[in-house]
T-cell receptor, first 118, second 117 residues
Framework: AQKVTQAQTEISVVEKEDVTLDCVYE???????LFWYKQPPSGELVFLIR????DEQNEISGRYSWNFQKSTSSFNFTITASQVVDSAVYFC??????WGGGSEKLVFGKGMKLTVNP | DARVTQTPRHKVTEMGQEVTMRCQPI?????VFWYRQTMMQGLELLAY????????DSGMPKDRFSAEMPDATLATLKIQPSEPRDSAVYFC???????????????FGEGSRLTVL
């Protein structure tokens, strides 16, 4: 069975600090996708990234970066120079990868609430 | 901007009443998911459809919940009778079979917040 663990439930930082959100997953699938979603106080779920299990390259997008390590089954997310607008609940998620790709059901972690204080 | 549309956004009802939540997936998306979010359980998959056919509804209490896709533009989630433990935010999400350049993401609606008294 698939499982996603976000050990941290809540983090509070001061603006401009860097913060890393941990994600550890379990799966028996040899190919799979990993995701991060953001849920701001308004409640909607916003897609941040999808990573294929074949691709262990780190990814950077602006102040966001992701570190995927298959050996430790981790997919950690770092926000550099955090801002108040980054305050949200962040979810890590896992899905199987099927031939042709596409959208498959996600198994979510319990989420991590990030508060960035001015 | 294409969006997943859910109605109602908020619903307060009394125990025993029927509740129907509706979702309009993004045009062209052939996969629709229903998730439930609670503080205790987090985000749980209730059911999902591909090309309107149910693929998995194992997360759904069968005795009181039902999910359908009457057509490609409408998905419904019905609870009858509702109970206080059903109070949660219900999210609909849609996605599609892979196309060139697709990220494979699920697009989520804003959710329907249900309170059962």
């Amino acid at each position: 069975a698939q499982k996603v663990t976000q050990a941290q439930t809540e983090i509070s930082v001061v603006e401009k600090e860097d913060v890393t959100l941990d994600c550890v997953y379990e799966t028996r699938d040899t190919t799979y996708y990993l995701f991060w979603y953001k849920q701001p106080p308004s409640g909607e779920l916003v897609f941040l990234i999808r990573r294929n299990s074949f691709d262990e390259q780190n990814e950077i997008s602006g102040r966001y970066s992701w570190n995927f390590q298959k050996s430790t089954s981790s997919f950690n997310f770092t926000i550099t120079a955090s801002q108040v607008v980054d305050s949200a609940v962040y979810f890590c998620a896992l899905s199987e990868a099927v031939w042709g790709g596409g959208s498959e059901k996600l198994v979510f972690g319990k989420g991590m609430k990030l508060t960035v204080n001015p | 901007d294409a969006r997943v549309t859910q109605t109602p956004r908020h619903k307060v009802t009394e125990m025993g009443q029927e509740v129907t939540m509706r979702c309009q997936p993004i045009l062209g998306h052939n996969t629709v998911f229903w998730y439930r979010q609670t503080m205790m359980q987090g985000l749980e998959l209730l059911a999902y459809f591909r090309n309107r056919a149910p693929l998995d509804d194992s997360g759904m209490p069968k005795d009181r919940f039902s999910a359908e896709m009457p057509d490609a533009t409408l998905a419904t989630l019905k609870i009858q009778p509702s109970e206080p433990r059903d109070s949660a935010v219900y999210f609909c999400a849609s996605g599609r079979s892979k196309r060139e350049g697709d990220t494979g993401e699920l697009f989520f609606g804003e959710g329907s917040r249900l309170t059962v008294l």
